[in-house]
């Protein structure tokens, strides 16, 4: 079954720290699509990045930036020079083939990070 | 521009009543959905809409009763819910239902009284 895992339930760093979230998948699929929302206490889910599964290329763009390896099905995410804005809870998702004429998002349980000043 | 609105922001609604969410977007999807979001969760799927037409129903108690009246705007009317219903209620839209981005409104958060 399609299965996505944020074992870093919580994660606190201080202002200007480096911070990693991890993302691990499973799928049987060839063809896949990777994704990482952020969700800030104001409840909307804002899309970060979304990667197929023929793009191994990592991305970065200003302070965040994607590590996306098949060999470990990982998907992780990286903010480098933290900063309070970036307070929320992360979502990595992954979508899946749902009854051949829609995709579904499998998401996984969240990572609250909580940058103190 | 992935802007997708909902109305209301917060509801709060006695188990008799009966209510309606709603969800626009204009930016030319054909895909819309409909999740539910508790505290501390992560998003619930509920319905899919695709091409205006209902695609995927998560076995979604029919007090939930969603519709689709044009391509751009998706209901979800609620009658006689329970006070387990009450959680955060987001829509998204997608340019299509396969394997696209979705973007999501900013939710309305619903309490069952």
């Known amino acids: 079954a399609q299965k996505v895992t944020q074992a870093q339930t919580e994660i606190s760093v201080v202002e200007k720290e480096d911070v990693t979230l991890d993302c691990v998948y499973e799928?049987?699929?060839?063809?896949?699509?990777l994704f990482w929302y952020k969700q800030p206490p104001s409840g909307e889910l804002v899309f970060l990045i979304r990667?197929?599964?023929?793009?191994?290329q990592n991305e970065i763009s200003g302070r965040y930036s994607w590590n996306f390896q098949k060999s470990t099905s990982s998907f992780n995410f990286t903010i480098t020079a933290s900063q309070v804005v970036d307070s929320a809870v992360y979502f990595c998702?992954?979508?899946?083939?749902?009854?051949?004429?829609?995709?579904?998002?499998?998401f996984g349980t969240g990572t609250l990070l909580a940058v103190q000043p | 521009d992935t802007e997708v609105t909902q109305t209301p922001k917060h509801l709060v609604m006695g188990m008799t009543n009966k209510k309606s969410l709603k969800c626009e977007q204009h930016?030319?999807?054909?895909?819309m959905y409909w999740y539910k979001q508790k505290a501390k969760k992560p998003p619930e799927l509920m319905f899919v809409?695709?091409?205006?037409?209902?695609?995927i129903n998560e076995s979604v108690p029919s007090r939930f009763s969603p519709e689709c009246p044009n391509s751009s705007l998706l209901n979800l009317h609620l009658h006689a819910l329970q006070p387990e219903d009450s959680a955060l209620y987001l829509c998204?839209?997608?340019?299509?239902?396969?394997?696209?981005?979705?973007?999501f409104g900013p939710g309305t958060r619903l309490t069952v009284l």
């Open positions: 998204a839209s997608s340019q299509d239902p396969l394997g696209n981005t979705q973007y």
């Open positions: 799928t049987r699929d060839t063809t896949y699509y």
């Open positions: 990667r197929n599964s023929f793009d191994e």
């Open positions: 998702a992954l979508s899946e083939a749902y009854g051949g004429a829609t995709n579904k998002l499998i």
């Open positions: 930016m030319g999807h054909r895909a």
């Open positions: 809409y695709s091409y205006e037409k209902l695609s």
